[in-house]
T-cell receptor, first 117, second 114 residues
Framework: DTGVSQDPRHKITKRGQNVTFRCDPI?????LYWYRQTLGQGPEFLTY????????KSRLLSDRFSAERPKGSFSTLEIQRTEQGDSAMYLC???????????????FGSGTQLSVL | AQTVTQSQPEMSVQEAETVTLSCTYD???????LFWYKQPPSRQMILVIR??????QNATENRFSVNFQKAAKSFSLKISDSQLGDAAMYFC???????????FGAGTRLTVKP
């Protein structure tokens, strides 16, 4: 197992276009998180899945954002009608069920860097 | 709302020396968890150390240790015998026990000089 994988590593798009990112968590990790990190800031929580169920969404996740985890394995994050303010790094993290959730160790991917022109 | 503050945007340490990174947080809760994550140039965040708020004993992980002062809401990270591979962004994070939302500070960039 090579860890959490995110694709693509970089994405450049024009304002108004739709983009989709993919995250493959570590095999058998039931919990999956999406975070957004802007330049000079720490990551900000976007959403959380336990298996295929999306259990929590941040108010940062506007209607233009949608995340799915259809079979409880990989997840996708789609941004519709991108805006320049969406430019950021989007990080995915996973953890195995069975660990005490609040104290869990998150395993992060290397992120997708989005640039909206 | 819980907030995490890292007052040192950048820190520098000589190889083999000790450095302390500061972190303070604001919360009205009594049951929570604190973390330090490292983000090297590869961008992949890696857990360095974690602390349960109900534990008085400070956590240690090899060369990494914390100074947890619950009353002062302070959670500093001490790196002993600094190595070149310790150079990275370090993020302090807070998580309420009943919440999936982990709050991160803005980070401290640590440079290790040979």
């Amino acid at each position: 197992d090579t860890g959490v994988s995110q694709d693509p590593r970089h994405k450049i798009t024009k304002r108004g276009q739709n983009v989709t990112f993919r995250c493959d968590p570590i095999s058998e990790h039931n919990r999956l998180y999406w975070y957004r990190q802007t330049l000079g800031q720490g990551p900000e929580f976007l959403t959380y899945f336990q298996n295929e169920a999306q259990l929590e969404k941040s108010r940062l996740l506007s209607d233009r954002f949608s995340a799915e985890r259809p079979k409880g394995s990989f997840s996708t994050l789609e941004i519709q009608r991108t805006e320049q303010g969406d430019s950021a790094m989007y990080l995915c993290a996973s953890s195995p069920l069975g660990h005490s959730a609040p104290n869990e160790k998150l395993f992060f991917g290397s992120g997708t860097q989005l640039s909206v022109l | 709302a819980q907030t995490v503050t890292q007052s040192q945007p950048e820190m520098s340490v000589q190889e083999a020396e000790t450095v302390t990174l500061s972190c303070t947080y604001d919360t009205s809760e009594s049951d929570y968890y604190l973390f330090w994550y490292k983000q090297p140039p590869s961008r992949q965040m890696i857990l360095v150390i974690r602390q349960e708020a109900y534990k008085q004993q400070n956590a240690t992980e090899n060369r990494f240790s914390v100074n947890f002062q619950k009353a002062a809401k302070s959670f500093s990270l001490k790196i002993s015998d600094s190595q070149l591979g310790d150079a990275a962004m370090y993020f302090c994070a807070y998580r309420f026990y009943n919440n999936n939302d982990m709050r991160f500070g803005a980070g401290t960039r640590l440079t290790v000089k040979p």
